[in-house]
């Protein structure tokens, strides 16, 4: 039978916590607000599987273009094309310029 080569394949270290780390969501995570314009980091949080993007967009700075719901969509420059990811904020932070 063939290797299955899932959504979430190679990604053991990506998608896990240091021990002792292991906790549900943030409060700060749903009391802060992006607006469109702002740049943001996708960091995937692995407790949250809800609203996850694809793990080759982890560490990628985006911008964020409008809110759908409770969810906000990015746009991500992959290669030479703009990608926009619908996602929620458990996985988004604050890009600060250093």
């Not at 996708?42 to 409770?70: F, N, Q």
């Not at 996602?87 to 604050?94: F, G, K, M, V």
């Amino acid at each position: 039978m063939p290797k299955s080569k899932g959504y979430r394949y190679k990604s053991r270290r990506i998608m896990s916590k240091p021990r002792g780390a292991r906790s549900g969501p943030r409060p700060e995570v749903y009391l802060s607000e992006y607006n469109p314009g702002d740049k943001v980091v996708i960091k995937i949080d692995p407790s949250i599987h809800k609203g996850a993007p694809h793990r080759r967009y982890h560490g990628k700075v985006g911008e964020i273009v409008e809110k759908r719901g409770r969810a906000y969509v990015v746009s991500v420059k992959v290669g030479d094309k703009m990608k926009y990811l619908t996602l929620l904020p458990d996985h988004l932070s604050r890009w600060v310029a250093s």
